[in-house]
């Protein structure tokens, strides 16, 4: 009982948490500028009548923040096509229920299914469903089809413009801050190191400096051209600088005699992530976290949609914004219910703040800046609290569908605003804890698989002699991707099922202690004298086959830690993994 009222009592602070986000006033500053630039020029071309609904087209220009210039343009210009598509669709089909009920279905599982292959990157895919959605309701409220597209097409393009001129280059650019995040965990570890921590810790801060070295240099590559700047070019020598370092701590520590050696052609550059068919043909898998998520929104939004229709609401769009922006991000059933319940609470708030600017009676010329305001304001908090940034973008949205078309009754609006909200989140934690309850296990159970099998195949290069080929570097690349995915989808999943995976953190302690001992073997001076790497790989190849086959059932984490113990064994008897404390099953 005790342990249950402690846990309420976290789930309750974590609601009412406002997160320290040092520099977010930055981000909320050029968004801001971003959006007040996309207004006026729809503003100036389009009359200012319309010029409110490019705000909510304009939110496209705030996806993928953190990646490098280079990256973002691409991004950015198929968001963009996306965005557009999808609103002409939804346009073409009309008010046709069944259709429209289809369509916003669809549009949101695609969306959310191949964002989430590709990237993941916050603030996820919502944009490209709420868009749509309340494109699909402008026409019924008096704007004209061809208006929505024009707000559409010109917003995106000004809005993408507009975000890559005020993307911070330079010592802020995303590639500097994940150089500097890499020294920082390497700084940690040899501090740690040299002092007196003890075995498991060391294998922590390990672990977290490999993982942002890894994560830089794909970040690094990103960045770059065919002409790299000098800039590019001094980031690249620092972060090799780091790898280095982190080499060293892990033979000096695990492989002692070790002397680290690099070949020149293994130093030229990083390969960066996998290529685009890679991430889709696992990330389409229908047991991956992007189809999870995807079958989640696709179910939530086909509900909230008959739901809606069911009670003769106006429309659904409401409903289905609703939904997007709490389920369209691949998360943990805790996170995911804390968002929903956020959005109750800033949403009800917020309508009180609506009616408030509504009854004073502002022109359309004050209208605008207010929104800008609210701009601002979303941006900044909602990082802090969820519940802060949906009190500020209620009243945003509300005059953004509702100046457009002035005459409507405010209390019909309201209230039909408040069910709506109340379907979405609902239907959405509903959907959330009824569907796919144990599938974190086989996320879990499958990535660890995938990392394993990648692991197998580095080892048989080594072997080979020829882990600094073309091939053995693409490997090497495969295996540095899908050990940060399997950190970050255990760590999901963990916070699903926090008892019954429990105890893989040890197997994560232990797969980590193959992965980056198999990954520093390729940076020393004759591995093979300091690994049996032969019966290494034959051993993990023997383990690999006698695992069960994936599914939902949980296999036993302390027979997985033995296993790869004995495969580390066999490479090396001073191999040793330390201990983890983890809660029964």
């Not at 330079?170 to 390497?186: G, N």
């Not at 605008?368 to 500020?392: D, E």
């Not at 290494?536 to 023997?542: N, Q, T, W, Y």
Request: a neutral charge.
């Amino acid at each position: 009982m005790a342990l249950r009222l402690a846990a309420v009592n976290d789930q309750l602070s974590a609601l009412a948490e406002v997160k320290s986000a040092p520099g977010q006033w930055k981000t909320a500053l050029r968004s801001t500028a971003m959006t007040a630039g996309t207004v006026l020029v729809v503003w100036a071309v389009l009359g200012k009548e319309l010029a409110l609904l490019s705000i909510t087209g304009s939110f496209i220009g705030n996806t993928a923040a953190n990646r490098p210039w280079r990256a973002r343009m691409h991004i950015l210009a198929w968001m963009d096509l996306a965005y557009l598509v999808g609103c002409g669709i939804v346009l073409l089909i009309g008010e046709n229920p069944v259709l429209l009920t289809g369509a916003l279905t669809l549009i949101a599982m695609s969306s959310v299914l191949v964002y989430n292959a590709l990237m993941a990157d916050p603030p996820g895919p919502m944009f490209l469903i709420i868009g749509p959605a309340i494109a699909s309701y402008l026409p019924t409220i008096g704007v004209s089809s061809w208006q929505v597209m024009a707000v559409c097409v010109l917003s995106c393009l000004v809005s993408t413009v507009s975000t890559l001129l005020l993307h911070p280059r330079t010592k802020e650019s995303p590639e500097a801050v994940a150089v500097d995040k890499a020294r920082e965990a390497v700084d940690e570890l040899t501090e740690a190191s040299a002092g007196d921590a003890d075995a498991l810790e060391l294998a922590r801060l390990r672990d977290s400096a490999y993982a942002e070295v890894l994560s830089a240099s794909m970040t690094l590559t990103e960045a770059s051209g065919r002409r790299p700047r000098e800039h590019w070019r001094t980031l690249l020598l620092e972060l090799r600088r780091q790898h280095f370092r982190v080499i060293g701590e892990v033979a000096g520590r695990w492989l002692p005699g070790a002397v680290v050696e690099v070949e020149p052609a293994a130093q030229r550059s990083y390969l960066g992530a996998p290529p685009l068919n890679y991430l889709l043909r696992w990330g389409f898998s229908p047991r991956s976290l992007p189809w999870l998520a995807a079958r989640r929104i696709g179910i939530a939004t086909a509900l909230v949609c008959a739901v809606s229709y069911g009670l003769q609401l106006h429309h659904p769009f409401w409903a289905v914004m609703t939904t997007a922006l709490i389920m369209s991000l691949g998360r943990d059933r805790l996170s995911l219910t804390h968002r929903g319940v956020h959005r109750m609470i800033g949403t009800l708030a917020g309508i009180v703040a609506f009616v408030g600017i509504h009854e004073i009676g502002m022109p359309l010329d004050w209208l605008i800046p207010i929104c800008l305001a609210f701009v601002f304001m979303v941006q900044w908090t909602a990082v802090r609290n969820y519940a802060l940034g949906a009190f500020f973008v209620t009243p945003m949205a509300l005059l953004v569908t509702t100046t457009s078309a002035p005459g409507h009754e405010i209390g019909d609006v309201i209230s039909e605003r408040i069910i709506d909200t109340l379907i979405g989140v609902g239907v959405s934690i509903v959907v959330t804890w009824v569907t796919d309850r144990r599938a974190p296990i086989a996320l879990v159970r499958r990535q660890y698989r995938r990392v394993l099998r990648v692991t197998a195949d580095l080892l048989e290069l080594l072997v080979a002699g020829e882990h600094n080929t073309e091939a053995g570097l693409r490997v090497r690349r495969d295996l540095a991707y899908e050990q940060l995915q399997a950190a970050r989808i255990l760590k999901i999943a963990q916070e699903d099922l926090p008892v019954t995976l429990g105890s893989w953190s040890q197997v994560e302690v232990a797969v980590n202690q193959l992965v980056y001992t198999s990954l520093v073997a390729c940076w020393i001076r004759r591995p093979a004298e300091q690994l049996d790497l032969a019966d290494m790989a034959a051993a993990l190849r023997k383990f690999i086959r006698e695992l069960p086959p994936v599914s939902t059932r949980l296999v036993d984490a302390d027979e997985l830690v033995s296993g790869i113990d004995k495969v580390l064994w066999s490479g090396s008897s001073a191999i040793t993994l330390p201990k983890v404390e983890s809660a029964d099953d």
